[in-house]
């Protein structure tokens, strides 16, 4: 079993900043793609960002310059940092990777955590 735990959301002003984490944690073998997706309410789930183990990235339009998604590969933890939020960045911010384990290192599931809210408000 793996699972993946996240970390930093709340409560920021317009402007502000926030520094996501999500951990997976398990019997891992490898872990390749990792990434950030959000759902707003009454909004279909979205990609935010994604990384590769060798650190390329993509960025969904609405958040580059102002979002960067970096990995700790002997951690097995992602991170969003997000600057310059703005009211339509508020949702519930999930983390996803594709991550094989020990008994079937070959089979790769994809894994959701359990998402943390991020609410940009005045």
């Known amino acids: 079993q793996a699972q993946l735990v996240e970390s930093g959301g709340g409560l920021v002003q317009p402007g502000g900043s926030l520094r996501l984490s999500c951990a997976a944690s398990g019997s891992i073998f490898r872990v390749n793609v990792m990434g950030w997706y959000r759902q707003a309410p009454g909004k279909v789930r979205e990609l935010v960002a994604g990384?590769?183990?060798?650190?390329?990235?993509n960025y969904a339009d609405s958040v580059k310059g102002r979002f960067t998604i970096s990995r700790d590969n002997a951690k097995n933890t992602v991170y969003l940092q997000m600057n310059s939020l703005q009211l339509e960045d508020t949702a519930v911010y999930y983390c996803h990777a594709d991550l094989s384990l020990v008994v079937h290192p070959l089979n790769f599931l994809k894994v959701w955590g359990q998402g943390t809210l991020v609410t940009v408000s005045s």
């Open positions: 990384i590769t183990t060798s650190g390329t990235t």
